[in-house]
């Protein structure tokens, strides 16, 4: 690497650290700053006239308490300098919103999930994306960074949907259709790969970080993230498809076609078809109401024995699942989210009968185990997370040049 090229890079990332201390903590100074980034005064005064100067960040001037005095000068993102688009979608429907430079939500809406045909599909999310941008009157050019998320297997690279319980085997390339009409950098991830990430960055924030940490995702579909330790600041997380990991040979009919995955027995329509005594090889209902799953959970509290049997089954295959998990992976801890969480009281016995199965769980003990209910929070914290970090980085690596606002 010549020199120029080693002395740009280093400047990227000196100007990366800067603002991603003004994202994680606020208004800052220019003595906060250096303290927070371990960066030179004279480094800080340059990284921060130059961000100014393009207009990702703003100053503003708080005057002292005594009234004496040079008023002191802070910093904090431009929140005008651009925005990003939110889009997750769910097994029923598709929640769009809008956030500033800041990080600052501005409008959010949701709308039934459209037709399951490819085509439709993908022009609705376009649709709403135009009506989201639309109901801010802003430009669709204004949108610097679109993030979308889905439950299945997604190929990051190319933001192309290649599984989804919403629409099975027919694959949508997002960046393809949305870039007709955006021109923002276009991501797609896995939805409980979100949820590792912010949980990550929750735990590194309130305790001081740990190494590593899977979130499992319960309902109507099975996710699963594991978030493990690249530095001080940031996690690789990954997504397996653990759903669809092969719990039985042969077994129960999973919405995926194939046979005997753990999604099979315990999502909702796996559960469901425990309850009822369905026959393994009959086709999964498609979307199954959580009330219908806590009718049975409601009998398998009251004693019946059909109902109970259906959520140990359940806690077995999630069992099994983690202790594979952890056999790659190693111990580490377990946060459970989603819908399915309200039925963990049930469940937590077998999983851990379903981990015990395994040696490394034999010797290494149980995991901990933290509920987190609000998966949709983890989801939405997820995105920004990403999203924002990814929108400095592009901004930084192309020159910081503005965009032209309209």
């Known amino acids: 690497m010549s020199a120029i090229a080693s002395t740009e890079l280093v400047r990227q990332q000196n100007s990366l650290r800067v603002l ?39 100053r503003t001037e708080q005057q002292a308490s005594s009234g004496r005095g040079r008023p002191r000068v802070l910093f904090q993102p431009n929140r005008r300098f651009g925005y990003v688009a939110v889009v997750v979608i769910s097994s029923d429907a598709v929640q769009y919103s809008l956030v500033d430079f800041t990080g600052t939500l501005m409008d959010r809406f949701a709308e039934g999930r459209a037709s ?18 639309g109901r801010s009157k802003i430009a669709p050019d204004a949108v610097l960074h679109i993030s979308i998320s889905s439950k299945g297997l997604v190929d990051p690279a190319s933001a192309t949907l290649l599984w989804s319980p919403v629409l099975g085997d027919a694959q949508v390339s997002f960046r393809e259709i949305l870039s007709s009409r955006f021109q923002a950098q276009i991501y797609l991830y896995n939805e409980t790969l ?9 735990t590194r924030t309130q305790t001081g970080g740990t190494g590593a ?16 330790e690249r530095d001080a600041e940031r996690a690789e997380v990954v997504a397996p498809n653990f759903g669809h990991m092969l719990h039985l040979p042969d077994g129960a009919l999973c919405r ?26 009959t086709i999964p209902a498609k979307f199954v109401p959580i009330a219908e799953v806590e ?12 109902a109970a049997f259906a959520f140990r089954q359940a806690g077995l295959a999630l069992g099994n699942g983690l202790s594979r998990l952890f056999s790659l992976y ?47 929070t983890l989801v939405f914290e997820g995105h920004m997370g990403l999203a924002l970090s990814r929108l400095d980085g592009d901004i930084v690596k192309s020159g910081m040049a503005a965009p032209q606002m309209s």
Not at 257 to 281: M, Q, S
Not at 297 to 302: D, K, P, T
């Open 330 to 376: 190693g111990h580490m801890p377990v946060f459970v989210t989603g819908p399915g969480t309200r039925f963990f009281d049930i469940l937590k016995s077998s999983i851990q009968d379903g981990m015990m199965q395994t040696n490394a769980i034999r010797i290494g003990g149980l995991p901990e185990i933290t509920i987190v209910p609000d998966e949709q």
């Open 194 to 202: 979100l949820a590792a990430e912010a949980l990550w960055v929750r």
């Open 295 to 306: 009718k049975i959970a409601a009998s398998a509290r009251a004693g019946n024995r059909r």
């Open 20 to 58: 991603t201390a003004l994202r994680r903590h606020g208004n800052m100074s220019h003595t906060d700053l250096a303290a927070r980034t371990g960066l030179a005064s004279a480094t800080v005064s340059a990284i921060t006239a130059e961000l100014e100067r393009v207009g990702l960040i703003e």
């Open 213 to 228: 940490l899977t979130a499992l995702s319960l309902g109507h579909s099975i996710g699963l993230g594991v978030a493990r």
């Open 116 to 133: 399951a045909n490819t085509p439709d599909f993908a022009q609705a999310i376009l649709a709403g994306l135009l009506r989201l941008v």
């Open 256 to 281: 995926c076609g194939a046979k005997g995955c753990i999604e099979a027995y315990c999502g909702f329509y796996g559960i469901l078809r425990t309850a009822f005594e369905v026959p393994t090889n």
